[in-house]
């Protein structure tokens, strides 16, 4: 059993920044890929980032260039820094994991989910 943890949401004016952050606990050694996914009012659950635990990183296009996923010094902890934030980018953000797998595999574990809003 997993158990993913995100806080750092909240609300920011446009332009601004924010760090969430995905603590995994329980059998956190068995996973090789985390990612972060948004969720908006209204539309479906999208992938942001992913990355493995060698370091290689996927962001989706409206993303590239502001923000940044990243593991920490012992890798069950998971960050996305979020810069130049748009209202666009306002939503439900969720940890996610492939326990057990790489990320050719589908992500299985999710975390509660924090919200991001940003203002215009």
């Known amino acids: 059993q997993v158990q993913l943890v995100e806080s750092g949401g909240g609300s920011v004016q446009a332009g601004g920044s924010l760090r969430l952050s995905c603590v995994a606990s329980g059998y956190s050694y068995s996973i090789y890929c985390k990612g972060w996914f948004r969720q908006a009012p209204g539309k479906e659950r999208e992938e942001v980032a992913r990355?493995?635990?060698?370091?290689?990183?996927t962001y989706a296009d409206s993303v590239k260039g502001r923000f940044t996923i990243s593991l920490g010094s012992t890798k069950d902890t998971l960050y996305l820094q979020m810069n130049s934030l748009q209202p666009e980018d306002t939503a439900v953000y969720y940890c996610a994991a492939v326990v057990g797998g790489y990320c050719d595999r589908p992500f299985n574990s999710w975390g509660q989910g924090t919200q991001v809003t940003v203002s215009s």
């Open positions: 990355i493995e635990t060698d370091g290689d990183t």
